[in-house]
């Protein structure tokens, strides 16, 4: 864990690239290293989830707050393995997209998951200043046997204009 906090400290003073603010990225939730990947985060970060399930919130700002939303859900699953599928380069030099997959487990059920998630993520001075992330909410409510409550979410929704 020492490791990832140097290489995150490194980064940022480093003014590290977004490729590798990305690698950061995928060792330390690899790791389930919380702290270490608040860390990679700008203090005003912005986080856009556009398709996020019911409970998630589709906007978070700042990096402390988003630390403590790592924290709330860590004890419900853990990774076992994270892996880069593929980082897009842009035309603007501080933006990538990262194709990912995290593999774990839910921790009171031992279920086996594997979240996909497609990420827009603007890097400056070593630091994630934004990102818009994108992954399929079923996979998650299938995890964590929530379909019903998924499905009852999104009949109840008013249609939108």
Known sequence: MSEVISLTEQTQSAGASPREIIECFI????????????????????????????????????????????????????????????????????????????HGHVTETGRSFTFSYIMVVRVRDGQIL????????????EAFDRLPQLFQALTDQTPSN
């Open 27 to 102: 060792r330390a939730t690899a790791d389930n290293a919380w702290d270490e990947l608040a860390d990679l985060y700008a203090p005003d970060v912005v986080i856009e989830i556009p398709f996020a399930p019911p409970g998630v919130p589709k906007r978070t700002e700042g990096r402390e707050v988003l630390r403590e939303r790592f924290k709330s859900v860590a004890g419900m699953r853990r990774f076992d393995k994270a892996e880069l599928l593929a980082l897009h380069e842009t035309r603007d030099p501080e933006v990538v997209v990262a194709e990912w997959n995290v």
């Open 130 to 141: 934004s990102s818009r992330d994108y992954s399929n909410p079923i996979d998650g409510a």
